[in-house]
């Protein structure tokens, strides 16, 4: 890849030539698709192979050694930034690391270049995992500047413990590996060697966002709460993407300092990291090939244009802007912009989508929810003041309540987002007052929000596929069987038709489906429902209160907040009322409606008239 | 010559085509209301006449002036105000800051008028008057769609875009907000509102406009559409049932 760039030659050749087979697209997309895969093994050959077909001086070949190495950290960085959306300005940290477990290794230690190289791997995903934990607590800005503390103490560390790391002056000497007795001591045949490490990286980073933990890296990236709520461990996979961020720069490093020979504290410092952000938004953040091309057009341009040379960084910074101001998605977002208009999204056959499966089997009858006295404060605010409530297996029971009554704050608190101030939760006999939302998710506990929280940037099957991959979800773990499980879920609130469109190009109402959809895709014993009415029109309520009857007649739970009387009065078996935090009245609709106080607080004369 | 009128309006999200030609008029002093299923068009439509999106063809003209082509701080500022759907406050300014910042297209405004102005929201939403200090934020998702449509009103518009106003309020506040849309009215404002709330809406509406997949499907009275039993049944909630809820 890197070479393409540089070269200018004509690569990108072979590519155009496949499109002529495009006229079979629509009968055979498998021929298609193979065609497509052996041009870009064909394409990816012949750029590994360019530094044997033309005559190149070594000081070229230094540059896209660069590049190459460069690059794999570069990809480390379209994991941690592009795909779970948390800022790292230490990638040259990891790169560092991985540099000098090479360098210290092979030249003082005498180890093997690859026991090196493994342990340099080893070195910088274990400290990618310690800077990932740190995000349990912060992110955005935050995160930005631990990252950046932590690349100054590294830096620092280089420099000082000149004992340990041979100081400023670096490390000198590092040896080329060998391999089966073949030595990689030319340039060219190194440069081979790094292509091929670059292309696995890329390939990895390429595969990743399509499985269960790439799937959940994106829905962090959207929105971490609902992802979450919908039962990702997101802390597990934030540190999941930083260790495999720090594995990928401590790859590259490795291979940079032995392919440079020699290595010193200012090539791994804080610009460096700078220079990887840039090049990863430069080129797109969203996507392996945007990553490798932001890093060739990088180390590329200031070669041709070498009279900035004092104003590199000045140069780097315009382009960050530029680029945030102008191509939010980077170069290769813009490219894909372009191709995804000739895409045509493969038509879903939905006669062959199987009907969801949502049966709970309802013979406990005990309460499926108990909560004792519950309690939620915010400073002297007492949002949620001591509830006492049980919700009955298999029925809808519906929280109704003047606007800031705290009916969302308890939602809240019964799903974990917020911590109880007092008071105890139970669910299905279990005291659940203080796990996480993910574990109540993986207990059987699914939620829509108020004001909608889906993952915008991502289609709505993928959406419906995170609800589906919450732990102990009985549908089963593959993709194949997520898949199914999300096309079902789909099916079921009638939105399989546009399961490829991107979520934010949804209306409202529709948006709101596939978030119910998410839920139910989980499997859910329990099914809390913040106003799902809203937006839609009376057909479309009417639909909705069909739909939970559906829901409740296969032995699921509904907690369900909402404002149209009408379908609280059509679906509910009971009714809470809510009034500054503290109940005012419970039982059945009839009863409920008719109080008098749940007149005067909530529903108003004319309300009255009607009912 | 109308207040507003749209011509043949077409318009895209990136390749899905979200108008297909629309054309209606709201003439001075009325009510409109916009009815149709979800993505029928009807935000768009209103999203097109505000300016936050350009309109791909087609003309609209406000008080006789075209402004397809105008941004929408210039719209704003020629007394057409939009209240988005989807409660769009500043969380980090309290509820008083935020119906006073509704006033900013109108230039400086005397001390007293301003607080007079924001009393009369008080007396619309007594619940804001509660919150006056609190920051947007802290606001329940009601209490921040009452806020929002609070400072649309303070822009005192010749023409007020309301994009589902009743989203997430409670049935006494919906019918206060609706008394407050007639009240508008009787002041000199002429109102476009998109409600899925038909009944609600068709009771202050003196005329609607039923859209399908980005056309219009009808036009007519209250009654008329009331009356026309294909609209009833596939946008208004189907036959007796809806008058009885």
Not at chain 1, 603 to 609: F, I, K, R, V, Y
Request: glycine share 10%.
């Amino acid at each position: 890849m890197t070479n393409v760039s540089a070269s200018n030659k004509p690569v990108p050749a072979p590519e155009r030539s496949t499109n002529p087979l495009d006229p079979t697209r629509p009968r055979a997309p498998n021929r298609r698709r193979a065609g497509r895969i052996i041009a870009l093994i064909v394409i990816a050959t012949l750029i590994a192979l360019i530094p044997f077909i033309f005559k190149l001086s070594p000081y070229v070949l230094n540059i896209f050694m660069q590049a190459a190495t460069y690059a794999i950290a570069v990809l480390g960085m379209t994991v941690v930034l592009g795909y779970t959306g948390q800022i790292n300005l230490a990638q040259a940290t990891f790169f560092g690391l991985g540099a000098y477990a090479v360098g210290l290794g092979t030249v003082v230690l005498g180890l093997n270049f690859w026991l090196a190289l493994v342990m340099g791997i080893g070195v910088a995903a274990l400290a990618g995992f310690v800077l990932g934990l740190t995000t349990l607590r912060l992110g955005g800005h935050y995160l930005a500047m631990i990252t950046i503390s932590f690349q100054q103490i590294f830096n620092l560390v280089l420099v000082n413990w000149s004992g340990v790391t041979q100081g400023p002056d670096g490390v000198s000497g590092i040896a080329r590996p060998s391999l089966f007795g073949l030595r990689f001591s030319d340039d060219r045949a190194y440069l081979l060697l790094c292509t091929v490490f670059l292309y696995a990286a890329m390939y990895f980073v390429w595969w990743l966002p399509q499985t269960r933990t790439g799937r959940a890296m994106r829905a962090i990236r959207e929105n971490e709460l609902a992802a979450e709520v919908t039962g990702i461990d997101t802390l597990r996979v934030k540190v999941i993407a930083f260790t495999l961020s720090s594995a990928l720069g401590g790859i590259g490093g490795a291979l940079f300092a032995s392919g440079f020979a020699y290595i010193s504290p200012d090539n791994f410092d804080f610009s460096r990291s700078v220079e990887f952000l840039t090049m990863v938004l430069l080129g797109g953040a969203q996507s392996a090939f945007g990553g490798v091309l932001g890093t060739s057009l990088l180390i590329v341009l200031p070669e041709w244009l070498r009279f900035l040379k004092e104003i590199y960084l000045a140069v780097y910074g315009l382009a960050v802007i530029l680029i945030m101001v102008f191509l939010p998605t980077g170069i290769w977002g813009l490219i894909r912009a372009r191709l995804d208009r000739y895409k045509k999204p493969t038509p879903v056959d939905i006669s062959a989508i199987a009907t969801l499966d949502l049966d709970i089997p309802v013979t406990d009858p005990s309460p499926i929810l108990s909560l004792e006295n519950l309690e939620k404060h915010f400073g002297g605010v007492k949002a949620v003041d001591g509830i006492t409530l049980e919700v009955m297996r298999g029925t809808v029971h519906t929280l109704i309540g003047p606007n800031g009554s705290g009916k969302t704050t308890m939602l809240n608190v019964l799903n974990g987002i917020y911590k109880a101030t007092g008071g105890n939760i139970k669910f299905d006999g279990v005291d659940i007052t203080h796990t996480k939302p993910h574990e109540r998710a993986g207990l059987g506990i699914g939620r829509t929000f108020q004001n909608i929280r889906l993952f915008p940037l991502m289609s709505v099957i993928e959406n419906v596929m995170v609800g589906a991959q919450r732990a102990n979800n009985p549908v089963g773990d593959g993709q194949l069987a997520l898949r199914e499980r999300a096309l079902s879920a789909l099916k079921f609130v009638d939105m399989a038709d546009h399961a490829e469109r991107m979520v934010k190009n949804l209306p409202y109402g529709h948006q709101r489906l596939v978030e119910i959809a998410r839920a139910l895709a989980g499997h859910p014993s329990f099914l809390l429902l913040d106003e799902p009415a809203a937006g839609l029109n009376q057909t479309e309520k009417q639909k909705l209160g069909e739909l939970l009857k559906r829901l409740k007649g296969h032995g699921l739970t509904v907690f369900l907040i909402e404002h149209d009387i009408g379908l609280v009065e059509q679906v509910s078996d009971t009714i809470t009322v809510l009034n500054f935090g503290k109940k005012i009245a419970e039982g059945e609709p009839a009863y409920v409606l008719r109080h008098p106080d749940v007149m005067a607080a909530y529903l108003g004369e004319t309300a009255h008239a009607n009912a | 010559m109308p207040m507003l009128e749209l011509r043949n309006v077409q318009s895209h999200y990136g390749n899905v085509q979200a108008l297909k030609g629309v054309s209606l008029h709201v003439e001075r002093g009325e009510i409109v209301t916009l009815l149709g299923a979800n993505g029928a068009g009807k935000s768009t439509t209103l999203r097109n006449i505000s300016g936050l999106i350009p309109p791909s063809s087609g003309d609209i003209f406000f008080d006789g002036k075209p402004i397809n082509r105008i941004s929408p701080e210039k719209i704003v500022r020629m007394g057409l105000a939009h209240v988005p759907e989807g409660r769009r406050i500043f969380p980090g300014l309290t509820v008083k800051e935020n119906i006073m910042i509704g006033t900013t297209a109108r230039g400086r405004l005397q001390r007293r008028q301003m607080e007079a102005e924001v009393e009369e929201m008080y007396g619309i939403f007594p619940d804001l008057r509660r919150l006056s200090d609190a920051l947007g934020w802290s606001l329940s998702g009601g209490q921040q769609q009452m806020l929002a449509v609070a400072r649309g009103l303070m822009s005192k518009p010749k023409l007020l875009l309301l994009d589902e106003p009743s989203l997430g309020l409670a049935p006494i506040i919906v019918q206060q907000l609706f008394a407050t849309i007639r009240s508008i009215r009787s002041h000199g404002t002429t109102v476009l509102l998109v409600e899925q709330n038909a009944n609600m809406a068709l009771s202050v509406a003196d005329r609607g406009y039923v859209l399908a997949t980005g056309n219009v499907l009808v036009e007519g009275t209250p009654a008329q559409l009331l009356g026309n039993e294909e609209v009833r049944a596939a946008y208004l909630g189907g036959g007796k049932r809806a008058l009885a809820d």
